[in-house]
Every structure is written in C-alpha cells, then in structure tokens.
C-alpha cells in the first residue's frame, strides 16, 4: 500500500476534540484511513483509548452538571443550532470531498446530501418554539392546585455514528441532544473519522460551551467503555444488528436509556398491476446509491412467479448502464465499497447465495478493467428462496435478491417473513391498493413505487432493526425525560 497521505480539509487530525479543545491522545496512537477508490491513505487521525473517553465522560458530565448549557432556554440553545447549521452549510464542499474519499460515495451524492444537513440542526432550532417542554393540569385528582408535566434533558448522552452516512446520521443525535440541553460525547467510526472532525470545528467555531460536545474516534474497546461508563446516561447508537445486540445487554445491566437503529432486510413488493420496466429502474438504480451501503435499503425484490424472470432481465439491463469508477468522476454512477473486509464479506454473501440455489443474473465479481479500489460491480441473484442465507442477513452491499412469490397475500407473508423491519415499499399504480398492502407490511417505513424515507416525520424500525426514532418530534423525545410536578399554587411564569 502507498504511504502517500492525501490531503483533508481537517485543521487537527492528529487530536481530539475534549472540553472544548484539542488535546493529544492518551496512548499517542493514530488511525490510518483508506480512500477505497485508491487504497491510499486518505488520513491519520488521532485514535481514542479509555482513558480517552474517561475524560469525555467527564468533560461532558461537568458541562452538564455544572455548566451553563442545561440551564440556558431552549431559545438560546436554539441560537447556537442555527450557527451550527450556517457552518455546516459554509463546509459543504468539505463535507463532500471528506465523504467519497472515506467511504466510496459519488461526489454528486454526497455533495447533494451535505447540502441538507444544515436544515436538520435548523428544524430542531425551529422545535425550540413549537414542542410543549412543559404541560399544566388543572385541580389534579389527587390533591394541589396545578399539575405539570415537564420535560427536562436526560443528561449525558454517547452519540455511536457508523461509516456509511456520518455526517447525516450524527446530525438526527447531536441536534436533538442539544436542543433538549443534553451534553454529548460523540464516537465516530475508525473508517470515517472525517465528519466528526468537521463537527467539532464547527463546535469551537460557534463557542459551544467547553464539554457540550466532545468528539473522538475509536474501534470496539474504548467504545464498549462508553457503553458502559456509569455517568453516560444514554446511548443512541446507529450501526449493525450483531453490535445493537451487544450494546442493548451492557445497557440494560445499569437501566441506561438506549436509542438503537440497527439493520434491515427491505422489500420491494412488486404488485401485478404495476410497470416491470419502471419498477426495475427504480430499483436498480437505487440499488448502486452508496454502493448499497444503506441499513434500509431494497434488497429483497418480491415479485409473482409469472413475472420473475421478466423483472430480472429487466434489473439487469439497468445494472448493465451503471458505471464504476472514480467517485469524483461525474459519468461514476457508483463507487467503491467502503473497506476490504466489508467487500470480502459481500464476495462470500455472492458466493453463498449461489450454494444454497440462487442464479447469478447479473454481477458478482470485481470488475476486469478497475485494479485498484475496492469496486464490486452491482449483482443480482434470481430465483432466491426466502429462507436462504442472503435473504436473511444484512450484506450492505449492492446485491440485489429476486424471491418470487405465488400471489399478493404471499408476497406480503414473504415480505414480512423477517426478522427486521426497518423499510419496504410496494409497487403499484393503485394507491388504495398501495395503502392496503402498506398497511400490512411490518416496517417503520413504507414507501410508494421507489424507494422513500422521510426524516422530518422519524425513521426506525419494527422488530429487530432498533428501538426508538430518529428524526421529527419523536427523534427529540428519547433525549428528554418526563417529570410530574404538582403544586399547592400557580408559579408565576405561568401567569394568572
């Protein structure tokens, strides 16, 4: 591998972001990130150990019991947010080169998706006006003249970030976080360390106060040790079901608050009224966004056995128009997998869907022409039975399952025969029809004819792809706790 270090639009890689400033390493260690389109090194950047995330911990834990951040209004918490968000919108160039060159993602995309954080930190400002952080009840049944219901913010939090989206999902915990009065210590991920470096610049930039928000960068150990610490008071993690598990266990010893949203197996419900052609161009395109490094991403395709073969063919063609390549090149409809391991374990997913009886319709290798990078061309298997492997577990990959179904009662059996639920979508020109089906489908998302999210209203999942929401009014709940307050009389901010 070439020791060449690409330059990063990062002021200090080589230390961490710890009450406010920026301070060495305990143990002096360095992460080194590969860009996956290169296999060069992209940067170096500081790793954190425990005693690291000790000093995190208690940065954030004094900020919270002592510092000012809890007890300023919600509006001026709100004031900050907006400065955040304004930063966010001037490094937006920064953001999108940081993000191809950790990752794999196309510039195009990641220089449109930088382009909308800023508006999440600006929606949950705007919630600074409009949520009800405080409720009265007249003459409470039990006695006193008023009861209140206040919400109040549930303290230190371990915000947990993967590599696949940082800079979006580190947004829909620190936002919320701050805007209830909760101080944080976000972990970024050893691969894509970058965003958390521009956040905490953004932080000192805007005069966050010393300890409301501390940033590291870790692997498994020192982030366990957040898990567990006895002065975090929640954790909202966002990464793989095997981890979520891990981590719900560890919290539950101490009863500590957890949000988790963890990994999916979405289906595409196909219904037989709706266009083969349309439906395989929006699934297939899709398919190659982040290099199908999505948790809610459509990859079990569930269609009636008549028009199997039709949408396959039809899937391929699409597959067959998609160009791998250099992530900053803007004819690259997809770029690489984010690291070897990850394309490794796609490489044996492929494998063994085609032991266990898939056909290989399309893809399935590296490609001839790309001798550097971690490129996989997109891959459809055919004819796949529900029970095999590769429609069981998450592959974050662009691979693509096709299960054929004998009607629409079993494609929707198919669809929920599942143990996540994070995501589907049903494929119809009907929307009653679409409504029905929809309404049957057990996800915390369902879409319409393409793939849809929609983070303004909260995104999680059933079953086993999490605990809690994140974005919307409900991705503010999990930071606040509930107090009851009765009282003999009116307090006076209330008025007469």
Sequence with gaps: MSEKVVSAPIAHPGSLFIDGQWVEPDSGGGIEVINPATEEIFLRVAEATEPDIDR???????????????????????????????????????????????????????????????????????????????????????????ALIVREPIGVV??????????????????????????????????????GYVMAEIAERVGLPPGVLNVVTADRGPSERLVRHPDVDKISFTGSLAAGRTIAGIAAERIARVTLELGGKSAAVVLDDFDIGTAAEAIGSYACFLTGQVCSALTRIIVTRDRHDELVEAIGAVFGGITLGDPFDPATGMGPIATRRQLEKVEHYVERGVAEGARLAFGGRRPNDLDRGWFFEPTLLAGVDNHATVAREEIFGPVLSVIPADNEDHAIELANDTIFGLNNSVFSDDVDRAYAVARRLRSGTVGHNVFRSDMRIGFGGFKQSGLGREGGVDGLRPYLENKTVILEGRPSHLGW
């Design 158 to 195: 371990g915000a947990i970030v993967p590599w696949n989206a940082p800079i979006n999902i580190m947004a829909y915990k620190i936002a919320p976080a701050l805007l209830a009065g909760c101080t944080v210590v976000l972990k970024c991920s050893p691969e894509a360390p970058g965003s």
């Design 56 to 146: 995190a911990v208690a940065a954030a834990r004094i900020a919270f019991d002592r510092g000012p951040w809890p007890r300023l209004s919600h509006a001026e918490r709100a004031d900050y947010l907006r400065a955040i968000a304004a930063e966010l919108d001037r490094r937006v160039d920064d953001v999108a080169h940081i993000w191809p060159s950790e990752m794999g993602s196309t510039h195009a995309v990641a220089h449109a998706f930088a382009g909308t954080i800023g508006g999440v930190y600006d929606y949950y400002a705007g919630l600074a006006e409009t949520f009800p952080f405080e409720e009265s009840f007249d003459k409470p049944p039990g006695g006193g003249e008023l």
